[in-house]
């Protein structure tokens, strides 16, 4: 006879799969995660890419109503504790099997409200905007690795935060020329995209350099379950970042940085020895 655990399965290689589908660096992350953390973190990314595509993707379609009724059927999962929808459904157990707050939910999906009503940010939006569409989702995956110990999850919330912040910020300067042309956006408070200077790519440059090295000591804290996979993250977008730094500011208005698989690989045995060797 089938059973809910067996619908919960399912539901779960949804959420796999989208991981692996949308984000072979992500998941590169999740698989050096220990196994008890990979699925809830699966479950976080499908949540948080089905939102992001709703706003980012679904061209053509009244996204203000999908974005609501996205909202509605998560609230309504997480109440009800079950969903149709598979992605939905497996984050609900993770929503409530390790106490991911309603507040990170809720700000989580006023960030992306405000991508469809915010094209140009100031300080306080800028903030606001990072807030939720990046830090709120360190903190859910923080709430995952503590497994309950608040005393742990609040000494390293701070560090959460800036990890999230940074891995945004990045994708921000990978994404620039997408971002202005085709949705319209520019997230740089005070940036005019077509007249960004030497000195713009800098101030950015240094605060994201910041945020890395705050991030780094609350990595070294976390459990060892979770330690690895988390430094392999920060490690793949420190070096992302770095590429993006070293180029002038007309190759990252007109092409969208990567990474080689091969560089992938070489970063993964770097990070997995100095692991190993307690040399993070």
């Known amino acids: 006879m089938n059973s809910l655990a067996l619908y919960d399965r399912v539901c779960l290689r949804a959420s796999r799969y989208t991981t692996t589908s949308y ?8 698989r050096s995660l220990n196994k008890r953390f990979r699925d809830p ?4 990314y499908g949540f948080v890419r089905f939102a992001d595509e709703i706003v980012d993707t679904f061209h053509g379609h009244d996204k203000s109503t999908l974005l609501a009724r996205f909202r509605e059927d998560t609230n309504r999962a997480i109440v009800e504790g079950i969903s ?5 459904h497996s984050y609900q157990n993770t929503v409530r099997n390790f106490g991911i707050e309603p507040s990170l939910i809720d ?4 960030s992306m409200e405000m991508d469809l009503t915010e094209a140009q940010h100031d300080q306080r939006s800028y903030e606001e905007y990072i807030l939720g569409s990046a830090e709120v989702v360190g903190l859910m995956c923080l709430r995952v690795f503590c497994e309950g110990n608040d005393a742990l999850y609040q000494l390293l919330k701070p560090s959460a935060m800036k990890l999230g912040a940074a ?18 956006r520019t997230y740089f ?3 005019d995209v077509r007249r960004m200077s030497v000195d713009d790519k800098h101030a950015i440059e240094a605060d994201i350099e910041n945020d890395f090295n705050i ?15 988390v430094y392999v993250a920060y490690v793949y977008y420190l070096a992302l970042f770095r590429k993006i730094r070293a180029l002038p ?12 698989n091969r560089r992938k690989l070489v970063l993964l045995t770097t990070s997995y020895f100095r692991h190993s060797f307690g040399m993070l």
Do not use: C, Y
């Not at 149709?84 to 939905?88: F, T």
């Not at 500011?249 to 940085?257: A, H, K, M, N, W």
């Open 107 to 110: 700000a989580f999906l006023h």
């Open 41 to 44: 973190i699966h479950s976080i």
């Open 215 to 229: 991030a780094l000591s609350g990595i070294r804290q976390l459990p060892k379950g979770a330690r690895f996979g």
């Open 84 to 88: 149709l929808n598979p992605i939905l």
């Open 189 to 191: 408070p005070g940036i």
């Open 249 to 260: 500011i007309d190759r990252i208005l007109t092409e969208r940085v990567r990474m080689r």
């Open 167 to 184: 891995f945004q910020k990045v994708n921000f300067l990978r994404d620039l020329q997408d971002d202005h042309q085709q949705l319209g």
């Open 23 to 30: 984000s072979t660096s992500f998941s590169l992350g999740v």
